[in-house]
């Protein structure tokens, strides 16, 4: 891994493939621990969480189903605070158990508005997972019930995180240089 320049601004490498495959395995065991019997139901949040659910879902070996909704905060390298829904739930939760599916949680009110939207479709229980976590960035006060890693306030792109736009099909995962 080398730095990699994305639009104007430069990045150096953070977590290597290797990193984020012992990430997934220990949220994979951990999430089938809870879930096994449970046919529960993945939402997973485009764009940014794509990639990382491609790779969990794979590690997991029970019977569960997926749907996607898409929301937007970001612009650049900053929440804008204002988080819009541009895709619907695309399967029925009433009455499952469902698990949301992030790529990263930063201040956190990307999900709070969406823990709200699902609870009023009466799952059977809703449960967040996420890859990686800001908890110096982290504004609200809910619970996160799989964290695959929590890094320091910066801004990363790569393996679906992006900036602008660019950076998701890294294979790893870069930091903004200082
Ligand atoms: P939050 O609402 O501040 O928690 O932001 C969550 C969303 O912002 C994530 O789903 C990402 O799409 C995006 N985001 C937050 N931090 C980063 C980052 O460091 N790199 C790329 N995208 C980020
Ligand atoms: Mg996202």
Redesign the pocket.
């Known amino acids: 891994m080398k730095k990699i320049n994305i639009h104007d601004l430069s990045f150096v490498p953070y977590l290597s493939e290797e990193d984020i495959q012992q990430d997934l395995n220990s949220l994979a065991s951990s999430i089938s621990a809870k879930f096994q019997d449970k046919k529960p139901v993945f939402i997973v ?1 485009l764009n ?1 969480a794509f990639v990382f659910a491609a790779d969990l879902l794979k590690k997991l070996d029970f019977d569960c189903e997926v749907g996607f909704i898409r929301l937007s ?2 612009k650049g390298t900053a ?1 804008t605070g204002d ?1 819009k829904e541009t895709l619907s739930l695309t399967v029925n939760i009433e009455g499952r158990h469902v698990i949301i599916v ?10 709070e508005k969406l823990r709200g939207d699902i609870q009023s479709l009466n799952p059977e229980s809703m449960s967040l997972c996420t890859l990686l976590y ?1 908890p110096e ?1 982290f504004k609200s006060d809910y619970p996160i019930d799989f964290i695959g890693r929590e890094i320091p306030n910066k ?3 790569g393996y679906g ?3 602008d736009e660019f950076g998701r099909n890294l294979p790893e995962i870069y930091q903004l240089e200082d």
């Open positions: 949040v940014g905060s970001y929440s988080v992030e790529d990263i949680i930063d201040t956190g009110l990307t999900l800001k960035a801004f990363v792109v995180l992006d900036y």
